[in-house]
């Protein structure tokens, strides 16, 4: 090589190439180029393709999984509201019909007390009724009976009062023995 | 090295443009075209290392690998040409930002230390003949033969007077300066700065073997070596970084819709 020559007296230019330099620069320029094109870049890029789709999927699957679990929510605070809806619906209802069923209650017992009372009342009509058309029997009998008596009585005196004094004396005979013993 | 052996000998010779073209290391191989297709057997054994078992959840060097990739794919490909054309490009940019990237840091490499970069055929050659035809070829097929030449030469909204001004400055730019610049750009920057630091370490080793009170001053010229080390390893990132983000922006400019 002349420049080789050239170099060692000192009269290169450096700012002139060398051809061969150019032709070597070239050929291993493009050899790493195809190199890289062939066999680098292709796995890199599938490496990233692959990653992207594996993030994007990750990212997709919490979207859906965030939506069901709003869809859910959604669903549950609906649900909720209609129980509370229902539930308050049944709360009136419920009063609603225990006002009915408490007035029914008082009118029924009170159509039942006044019965009783009634009842009652006709069972010491004829209690009365019945005591009155006895007591009248037995007053009639007890007249009848005292007048006798009151008749009777004077007639008897006599005799009643001599069979007292015969009672009298033969108790004394009873009493005055034992002692006398 | 001629240098070395010059800068032994009693007076100091500064390291030049001889010092970036070493004799071959056999035959007409040259230390660049060895590190060159060293690096390119680097970058594509690291890729397909990195590639053969792709995880979905990657692990430390998978890790890294992606790291590498993303760069080129999102914050370059992706910002420049759009998210809607950019997926073609991704190879070649990639490609770029790792072949640039590996030949400049040969640089700080130790035995090796020599960026591959600061030979301008090797960028001319990314630029001129991948970079250039690629965005050409994308935007007259995008726009065709006549539009694509109006797309690139005239700015929407200018008035005739500033676009006869314009048309050959844009013509000029887009289709003569632009691929000479973005190679131009990342030599200069190689070649600069593989000058600082072998001038600073020649000239270190230099005051620490002339003899005298001169060595003293040695470890300020090592010093200076060592900070400028870690200033070219950031040159160097960036540059790569840069090849790679204006190739994707000529790409986007022609590509685009409007201007």
């Not at chain 1, 005591?131 to 009248?136: F, G, K, S």
Request: proline letters at 5%; charged letters at 20%.
């Amino acid at each position: 090589m002349n420049t080789l020559i050239l170099a060692q007296e000192e009269a290169i230019n450096p700012v002139l190439p060398h051809t061969s330099e150019i032709i070597l620069g070239l050929v291993s320029f493009l050899l790493l180029f195809f190199v890289i094109k062939k066999f680098v870049t292709p796995r890199f890029e599938t490496l990233y393709a692959e990653r992207a789709a594996k993030i994007e999927g990750g990212i997709e699957k919490a979207e859906q999984a965030q939506a069901q679990a709003q869809q859910a929510l959604d669903e549950y605070r609906a649900q909720l509201a209609e129980a509370r809806a229902e539930a308050a619906r049944i709360r009136d209802d419920a009063r609603i019909e225990g006002e009915q069923i408490i007035t029914e209650l008082r009118t029924k017992a009170q159509e039942e007390s006044a019965r009783i009372i009634a009842q009652g009342q006709t069972q010491l009509e004829t209690q009365r009724a019945q005591i009155v058309a006895e007591l009248r029997g037995e007053l009639g009998r007890l007249a009848i009976d005292l007048a006798d008596r009151v008749v009777g009585e004077s007639l008897e005196d006599e005799v009643r009062r001599r069979g007292t004094v015969d009672r009298f004396l033969s108790e004394l005979d009873g009493t005055s023995a034992p002692v006398a013993k | 090295m001629t240098t070395m052996v010059l800068a032994a000998g009693d007076e100091f010779v500064a390291p030049g443009v001889k010092d970036f073209f070493l004799p071959p290391i056999f035959g007409e191989v040259t230390k660049p075209m060895a590190l060159l297709v060293l690096s390119i057997i680097i970058i594509g054994a690291f890729f397909i290392a990195a590639t053969r078992n792709l995880k979905l959840v990657p692990g430390k060097f998978q890790f890294a690998a992606e790291s590498v990739y993303d760069l080129g794919r999102n914050s370059i490909a992706r910002e420049q040409i759009g998210a809607k054309d950019f997926k073609p490009f991704v190879p070649l940019i990639l490609t770029v930002f790792t072949f640039i990237l590996v030949n400049n840091l040969f640089g700080l490499i130790p035995i090796v230390q020599f960026p591959t970069m600061s030979h301008i055929g090797f960028p001319l050659a990314v630029s001129v003949l991948v970079i250039y035809p690629v965005y050409h070829f994308v935007g007259f097929k995008r726009h065709g033969f006549v539009g694509y030449l109006k797309h690139q030469t005239m700015p929407p909204g200018a008035p005739w007077y500033v676009l006869i001004l314009l048309i050959p400055i844009e013509f000029f730019q887009k289709f003569v300066l632009n691929p000479l610049t973005l190679a131009i750009r990342v030599f200069a920057a190689m070649f600069a700065g593989h000058l600082l630091l072998l001038v600073f370490t020649l000239a270190g080793e230099y005051l620490l073997f002339s003899g005298g009170i001169t060595v003293i001053v040695a470890p300020i010229a090592f010093a200076f070596a060592i900070a400028l080390t870690f200033l070219e390893a950031l040159i160097m990132v960036l540059q790569a970084y840069i090849f790679a983000l204006l190739s994707a922006n000529y790409i986007g400019a022609a590509l685009a819709e409007e201007h």
